[in-house]
């Protein structure tokens, strides 16, 4: 059995929003804000988001939320950019390790191959049908989300070079109407 409520979206930043990584030919683009008088927070790479993802985001049929590692920040630098309200943010749990990875220098697929956020996005979820867009999503990730969700979850994997592209709404679209079917 699935909880109630609306389909969760959570979000990276880094990748997803801010493409980063090795530049397309022509540089990455950047670009103005109506939404955001103040600039960009402070972090210039904000201006490389487009704010056009804003309104398409919050038109989508279901509840978005931060997953990123700017925590806060995201509500700080980035909603306002974006035109978008202020967003839940996913509290990452500080392992023993002493980082909030809890895989210290193991990187970001951990000891066994499974991204260090797959756990808790599935615990915050709490049996609600999710769509994570992030740009080191693994096939690993996949098959644990597969074997420990009780609900329908897209892992979307964005190339971090490009960012959010049509095909990447597409897809996130078409499988929020088919959930909500």
């Known amino acids: 059995m699935t909880a109630p409520g609306r389909p969760l979206l959570f979000l990276d930043v880094d990748g997803p929003l801010i ?12 670009f103005r804000s109506p939404f955001a008088d103040t600039g960009t927070g402070g972090d210039p ?13 919050l038109r989508l049929p279901c509840e978005l939320v931060w997953a990123t590692t700017w925590l806060e ?18 509290a990452w749990p ?4 002493g980082d ?6 193991a990187g970001p ?14 615990a915050r979820a709490a049996g609600r049908p999710f769509a994570w867009v992030d740009d080191e999503i693994t096939e690993a990730d996949r098959r644990w989300v597969a074997a420990h969700s009780p609900a329908p979850a897209l892992l ?15 897809a996130l679209e078409a499988w929020l109407r088919a959930v909500r079917a």
């Open 19 to 30: 493409p980063f990584g090795g530049p397309p030919p022509g540089g990455y683009p950047t």
């Open 45 to 57: 790479l904000v201006s490389r988001a487009d704010p056009a993802f804003g309104p398409r985001l």
């Open 73 to 90: 920040d995201a509500n700080a630098c980035l909603a306002p950019w974006l035109g978008l309200p202020q967003l839940p943010v996913v």
């Open 94 to 97: 500080v392992e023993e390790t």
């Open 100 to 105: 909030e990875t809890g895989y210290a220098d």
């Open 109 to 122: 697929h951990g000891l066994h191959g499974l991204h260090w956020k797959t756990r808790t996005l599935v």
């Open 156 to 170: 979307h994997r964005v190339d971090p070079q490009r960012g959010f592209t049509e095909a990447d709404f597409t």
